[in-house]
């Protein structure tokens, strides 16, 4: 209520004030009118002072009317754009982000206000986004989270429990173990990806040799593929020498051989593939795993996402996104391909410099 008698007493204030100047702008153009008529009419006294109370009249009559036009023109052309602007504003400030504003004449029109709305409404679209990606990223992270802190719970509490012998004190250690890794790799990946996401990265650009920093990758996994008795098929092209930022990549090469590894079966095989084309790199890695549909392939880049949640526990479904980021940073490309059942196979394109 306050509100509206504020709004009341500032268009009353401000009416006045139109009033008073139109009053002096339509006062002073007739004065002059009349300066200049009197060089060339001769008027007698009597007849100037009984025009003079007309004049004025109509000098008020003129003032009342400009007034209403201009009232008139601001209500429609500034008041209720500004109005449905601001209604709108509010229920955005609100947390409505489903809120577009109505054009006032159409959103390919030139006037201003349409511009304004026409960006207001694209910058509420784009928080909505930024919205659903946060709701759904704060939910996905509390449910990676939650998993492993149960599992840690319950194993802590079964080792509690008396009368244990030492293989169950062992194999309750090593989940405990297990899932503790798990959880810390989780926020390392999510911090490394709200780095990359959030910040400005210029890559620190230096020739350096490609085929030893991924054999060097590589060799990181050798555990985990004489555990599972993998293959490693390898055609590395000697000396490929590349400009380019080697710790951005480095977090591409140990992202795709761990998922390579990861969903490989055992005694399967993972190709890797090293060559230069023109000025082009092309590096690959394939394994013999469980392989993906085409709908998981669309998804397969985005944060969170795991596709065949009966492979759920493999993974946190954030290495990929890293990768995915890590390749747009240094304008690369990458490529999925993979068959259901058989295997997959991702394919990175770089400049050589």
Not at 200 to 207: H, M
Not at 220 to 248: G, P, R
């Amino acid at each position: 209520m306050s509100s509206s008698n504020a709004e009341l007493k500032r268009a009353i204030v401000d009416g006045l004030k139109h009033f008073v100047a139109f009053f002096i702008l339509i006062g002073f153009v007739v004065t002059c009118n009349f300066a200049l008529f009197f060089n060339f009419i001769q008027m007698s006294e009597a007849e100037i002072r009984k025009a003079a109370p007309i004049t004025f009249i109509n000098v008020l009559i003129l003032t009342l009317l400009f007034c209403i036009i201009d009232i008139t023109r601001r209500v429609w052309m500034v008041m209720r754009p500004v109005r449905r602007i601001r209604d709108g504003l509010d229920k955005v400030m609100a947390g409505d982000f489903s809120t577009q504003i109505q054009y006032i004449k159409g959103e390919d029109s030139d006037n201003e206000f349409d511009s304004i709305i026409k960006g207001i409404n694209d910058m509420v679209a784009e928080l909505a986004g930024v919205e659903t990606l946060r709701t759904d990223f704060i939910s996905n992270v509390s449910h990676e989270i939650k998993t492993p802190l149960t599992v840690i719970q319950n194993y802590a509490g079964m080792l509690q429990s008396p009368g244990l012998t030492e293989d169950q004190r062992k194999e309750y250690a090593k989940a405990i173990h297990d899932q503790t890794k798990k959880l810390s790799e989780l926020i390392t990946n999510i911090l490394k990806l709200n780095r990359l996401e959030n910040q400005q990265i210029y890559p620190d650009k230096k020739e350096y040799n490609l085929t030893e920093q991924i054999c060097e990758s590589l060799l990181l996994f050798e555990h985990t593929w004489e555990k599972k008795q993998i293959e490693i098929e390898s055609d590395l092209q000697e000396d490929v020498y590349i400009c380019q930022d080697a710790e951005l990549l480095s977090l591409v090469w140990n992202n795709l051989f761990s998922n390579a590894f990861k969903f490989c079966k055992e005694n399967g095989v993972v190709s890797i593939v090293v060559k230069k084309e023109n000025d082009q790199v092309i590096v690959s890695v394939s394994d013999t795993g469980c392989g993906m549909n085409a709908d998981t392939g669309k998804h397969i880049f985005e944060k969170f996402y795991q596709g065949d949640t009966s492979h759920a526990t493999k993974g946190n479904g954030l290495g990929l996104a890293l990768v995915k980021r890590v390749i747009d940073i240094v304008g690369g490309n990458i490529s999925v391909q993979s068959v259901l059942g058989e295997g997959t196979t991702f394919t990175v394109i770089l400049k050589e410099s």
